[in-house]
Structure formats: structure tokens, C-alpha cells
């Protein structure tokens, strides 16, 4: 049984570019919700998806947006990135609203 | 405002002792705590979790404590094994909320053999 899967593992962009990271929850989960985890830092809930829904979000701008699709991936999308975006991106997948399963993450840096 | 914390950020302990994590919060409306454990270059780990209604719970080497009134969990793990040298993150859920989890900064455990 596969678990949270998550593409890509590394990216690299420029300041003012946009990004779209994504997520494959596991096998059963209809819940996706997105981290944000600076270095040093505990993850910080950007917002969570349920049936292809934003059902919650966190305190993150505008620029910060997401989509689930049918099958319950889901995509995160970062537009006019800041140096301040560089970070572990981690999507978490549930079934128990509260008993979530992590991905390994992907490393956002923007240079 | 930082609503969980964990203020010891290392712990160091000998292989077979016992390993004691501790997490603090502020909002008594927590209604679920979790642990979990993060390897570097991985996502964290679910460990073990435990409902505001309960004091205790066990999962093999692991349980976690709540004292509600002092507003206070801790992880134990016993007996302490290198394998489990990582950062332990406690995370708390909102009664209320549909899944957003408020996480601490890490405590990074060291086991030594």
C-alpha cells in the first residue's frame, strides 16, 4: 500500500515565478492538507482540501492557492514567490480528520 | 503567539533508558494531541496520539501523558533504541477545526548506543 506521495522532491526557482507542487494522498484518505516547514521550524497548515473543497485555511497570503481533483490529489500553487518561500512543502493525507499521514515533502528554494 | 511548545530543543540519552519529550499549550480547546517523528529528508511520522478526554496511551515502547490542567504532554519511550534518534514533533488539533494541526518546533532526540 503505497503511501503520501509527493512531486517533485527539489525544485529551484526565481523570485516573482510560480511554482505547482503535488500530492498523492494514500490509498483510502480523502483529506489532502498542505505544511509549510521552515528550517528549525514546526510545519505550518496552509489550508486543507475535501472533495475537491478548500474546507480550511491557514494564515497564508493569497498567493498561496490549491486545487483537489477527483481522484483526491491535489496540487499546491505558489505564484509570485519570495525569497521567504524557501521551505519543506509537506502534504499530509486523513480519513480521522485529525490522524494525518505525511509525505516526504518537497524542497522549495527560491533564489 | 507560539499556542504548542516544546522547549527543550536536544535530548540526549543512553540506549535502554528511558526518553522523555515533554510539549506545552496554551489553548484548552485542544481536543486531540499527536506525536510524531521526523527523519531527515522524510516527512514526519504519526507515532502515537491521544484524545483531550484521556490521560494516557500506550503503543508499544511509546505513551503519552496528558495533564490537562497544567497544560502539559509528554512522550515516553521505553527502553530507548538508536533507531529512534530523530526530531519528535507534538502537534495539537482544535476542537472545532476539520484537520489543522498546530505543531511544535522539534525536539531532536539523540540515542546513544
Known amino acids: 500500500d503505497a503511501g503520501v506521495t509527493q512531486s517533485p522532491t527539489h525544485l529551484i526557482k526565481t523570485r516573482g515565478q510560480q511554482v505547482t507542487l503535488r500530492c498523492s494522498p494514500k490509498?483510502?484518505?480523502?483529506?489532502v492538507s498542505w505544511y509549510q516547514q521552515a528550517l528549525g521550524q514546526g510545519p505550518q497548515f496552509i489550508f486543507q482540501?475535501?472533495?475537491?473543497?478548500?474546507?480550511q485555511r491557514g494564515n497564508f497570503p493569497d498567493r498561496f492557492s490549491g486545487h483537489q481533483f477527483p481522484n483526491y490529489s491535489s496540487e499546491l500553487n505558489v505564484n509570485a514567490l519570495l525569497l521567504g518561500d524557501s521551505a519543506l512543502y509537506l502534504c499530509?493525507?486523513?480519513?480521522?480528520?485529525?490522524?494525518?499521514?505525511f509525505g516526504p515533502g518537497t524542497r522549495l528554494t527560491v533564489t | 503567539d507560539q499556542q504548542v511548545k516544546q522547549n527543550s530543543p536536544s535530548l540526549s540519552v543512553q540506549e535502554g533508558r528511558i526518553s522523555i519529550l515533554n510539549c506545552d499549550y496554551t489553548n484548552s480547546m485542544f481536543d486531540y494531541f499527536l506525536w510524531y517523528k521526523k527523519y531527515p529528508a522524510e516527512g514526519p511520522t504519526f507515532l502515537i496520539s491521544i484524545s483531550s478526554i484521556k490521560d494516557k496511551n500506550e503503543d508499544g515502547r511509546f505513551t503519552v501523558f496528558l495533564n490537562k490542567s497544567a497544560k502539559h504532554l509528554s512522550l515516553h519511550i521505553v527502553p530507548s533504541q538508536p533507531g529512534d534518534s530523530a526530531v519528535y514533533f507534538c502537534?495539537?488539533?482544535?476542537?472545532?477545526?476539520?484537520?489543522?494541526?498546530?505543531f511544535g518546533q522539534g525536539t531532536t532526540l539523540q540515542v546513544k548506543p
Open positions: 499530509a493525507s486523513s480519513l480521522v480528520f485529525y490522524e494525518q499521514y
Open positions: 482540501y475535501y472533495e475537491e473543497e478548500e474546507r
Open positions: 490509498s483510502g484518505h480523502d483529506t
Open positions: 502537534a495539537a488539533h482544535g476542537s472545532g477545526n476539520t484537520g489543522k494541526l498546530i
